[in-house]
């Protein structure tokens, strides 16, 4: 919930240590407890101001456990129960997409009342991740709308 | 459940996701802004911005949780008029929906933050004024919800036995202490018709199909419990004003009412039900509602002990007793309407009364033991608004807004205000609103949720850019919140609930629920709460 637009820090940078190529906004996070596991697979979250955040991740982690560690901006109102629809993400390539397990009723269920649905539409605690999705990327829709033309009706 | 945080984070990105740095960062920039915005920014650095929520529901919680996340400063006390918090999280959403309740989780979150102060047990409006808390606020935002429901207008509605608002039964069986001495009579045959279309009337089909057996292990009040494991109603009607394409219910409350065992779900008319070719092109939410209603249930009518129906094109006229029994409920009678003959399955077509050759109205009599109301819910004007400039909107039932949670004025007597379209609305400064209150009482928690962010993120904006949204101008408040509003309440008698009562109140009922094999055994009265701290 700490998010918000980036701002540079006035701050010396912490040491950092792996990515040998790294840029602002990617780089390697990801929870210490996974820190020793072997199996590492990628995946980008794009945020909703379009900042891009690449992580490491082990097999079996949800795409909402996954963006709660990091601190990105994405809701688990139900706890990952997958009876709202809160962590609603979109999956970026429609092939990445089709290779994922077919949402089940009850979450197709759930992302139908979900803000800004898409064709590839998911939500975050439903996709496990596993090593045909390294290389993943979701965009997390804007949470706040914008305002509409309904909003001024009848004032 | 969070993860440890990692360590190993370049600049850029400690700043964005870690917290601290950006934190100072934000501070920093507050106190160093110039002059014409010193008001706020008095604020902001030299003493805690400070904000009475309103209602302690889902759209308080959010907005709070943003609020404290995003403004360093702000000191929020949530105000609330039972002892005990989360609003229509505990007393509204179904018992046998624990997993929607997780977000009481999150809740407890915030309120475990130094500051967040929870008021319960004080009633704003009546048992105490609202002008007591504006001296010592610098912003109060409304989430207290909607307090009544919308009547039907009909004659018999207001009888005191077997017809029921479908808000007081499910308060009923939530333990909400305002209708703990409903008890519905479902004794007096075998079925139950509700008027209404929405999640809420499914809410209420499925506590009075479901085996009573599993409801047992849930929250649910037990005298709820005992009062349905005697209940005879075997047939529930959910009936419609208009057709199937109108319905307010979302898929995952018809697909588990569809799901019950033993339950049966009487098919829809094919006359009614929009033909294939119309379904195939709607837009995928409602097609696949579509699809799922005109799907059924595969439970077999013949073994199943109880059964359901979507009745549709009808509006209710009036209700009837028995002659021989005055005291029951025999039917309810309506007129039929039909839709719109050039354009019938158009979703925002209007339906319009069908009319018998004889010119007369075509009616029907649907047997009914038991009458639920279920039409949406209504917001109330909290007493005292209009001393703070609020000019409640009865006719929406909504507090006026400028879209973004921003109160705004009708008499054009407070701030002037550009929005997005060029026109010109006026807020009313340091006033927000969020959740029912402010948009209407629909959707679920998810939209409740992004609407109340919506709200936090404008008062935070409003403190950064504005130079007068502020309930006072500088130096006019006691900046003291609720330390300000105490000795007031305790005048009156009050005995305010803090976090810590609440948690006792939690743990005792906890404690009764184990004993019981349920999640939690709820206290159905305001005492019973206050037993528990005050012994």
């Known amino acids: 919930m700490a998010g918000g637009n980036p701002v540079q820090s006035a701050q010396n940078p912490p040491a950092v240590v792996a990515s040998p190529a790294l840029v602002h906004g990617v780089c390697t996070v990801f929870p210490r407890s996974h820190y020793t596991a072997e199996a590492r697979i990628n995946v980008s979250f794009i945020d909703k101001d379009g900042t891009r955040i690449d992580l490491q991740v082990a097999e079996g982690d949800n795409l909402l456990d996954i963006a709660q560690a990091n601190d990105l901006e994405m809701e688990g109102a139900c706890g990952g129960s997958c009876a709202c629809s809160t962590c609603h993400v979109v999956v970026e390539d429609p092939d990445m997409f089709d290779k994922m397990e077919e949402p089940s009723d009850d979450e197709n269920d759930m992302l139908d009342l979900a803000f800004g649905l898409t064709e590839t539409s998911r939500l975050g605690c439903q996709v496990l991740m596993n090593k045909e999705l390294d290389g993943l990327v979701v965009r997390l829709p804007a949470m706040t709308r914008n305002l509409q033309a309904s909003d001024f009706e009848g004032k | ?535």
């Open chain 2, 1 to 535: 459940m969070r993860l440890e945080r990692a360590s190993l984070v370049c600049a850029h990105c400690t700043a964005r996701i870690g917290g601290r740095p950006l934190l100072s960062a934000v501070r920093l920039s507050v106190s160093l802004w110039p002059s014409p915005r010193r008001l706020n920014s008095d604020v902001a650095s030299t003493r805690p911005f400070r904000v009475a929520i309103v209602g302690s529901g889902p759209a308080g919680f959010y907005a709070a949780s943003r609020l404290l996340a995003k403004q360093q400063s702000a000191v929020v006390d949530m105000y609330e008029k039972l002892p005990v918090p989360f609003g229509l999280a505990r007393y509204g959403v179904a018992p046998d929906h624990p997993e929607v309740k997780n977000c009481e989780e999150k809740f407890t979150e915030v309120a475990s933050s130094p500051r967040f102060n929870f008021v319960g047990n004080v009633d704003l409006g009546n048992d105490l004024p609202l002008s007591s808390l504006k001296p010592h606020y610098d912003a109060i935002l409304f989430a207290y919800g909607s307090s009544k429901d919308k009547e039907l207008g009909i004659p018999g509605e207001q009888a005191l036995r077997s017809v029921y608002s479908a808000r007081a039964f499910v308060g009923w069986y939530n333990g909400l202490p305002e209708h703990r001495d409903l008890e519905p009579d479902l004794t007096s045959g075998e079925d139950a018709v509700i008027v209404g279309q929405g999640n809420v009337a499914l809410d209420v089909a499925r506590i009075l199909l479901s085996d009573v057996d599993a409801l047992r292990s849930t929250d649910i009040a037990d005298y709820a419990l005992q009062t349905l494991s005697k209940s005879r109603i075997k047939r529930v009607r959910v009936v419609g004003r208009r057709g199937p394409l109108q319905v307010a219910f979302t898929i995952k409350e018809a697909r588990e009412l569809l799901k019950l065992p033993s339950v049966s779900f009487d098919p829809i008319p094919g006359n009614i039900m929009p033909p294939e070719s119309v379904i195939s092109a709607l837009p995928r939410a409602q097609k696949r509602l579509m699809q799922l209603l005109a799907k059924g249930s595969t439970n077999d009518p013949k073994t199943a002990t109880k059964s359901w129906s979507l009745d549709f094109l009808l509006a209710p006229e009036c209700l009837h007793w028995s002659p021989m029994y005055p005291y029951h409920l025999s039917h309810a009678k309506f007129s039929r309407n039909e839709l719109d003959p050039s354009d019938p399955y158009n979703p925002s077509s209007k339906v319009s009364p069908k009319l018998m050759s004889s010119g007369k109205r075509a009616q029907v009599n649907i047997p009914a033991s038991v009458f639920f109301r279920s039409v949406g819910y209504k917001s109330l004007p909290l007493p005292g608004l209009e001393d703070l400039g609020i000019q409640f909107d009865a006719n929406r039932g909504v507090i006026p807004n400028d879209g973004f949670g921003r109160v705004t004025s009708l008499s054009n007597s407070g701030e002037p205000q550009q929005l997005p379209d060029g026109s010109l609305i006026s807020t009313v400064p340091g006033l927000y609103c969020a959740g029912w209150v402010k948009r209407g009482p629909t959707g679920v928690i998810a939209s409740t949720m992004t609407d109340a962010f919506t709200t936090a993120d404008a008062i935070v904006r409003d403190l950064a850019d504005s130079h007068n949204s502020l309930l006072h101008a500088p130096g006019q408040s006691s900046g003291l919140g609720w330390d300000g509003v105490r000795d007031e309440a305790e005048a009156r008698g009050l005995r305010a609930t803090s976090w810590q009562d609440w948690e006792r109140i939690d743990a005792a009922e906890r404690e009764c629920g184990q004993k019981k094999g349920k999640v939690r055994d709820k206290f159905g009265r305001v005492q019973e709460m206050l037993d528990v701290i005050l012994k």
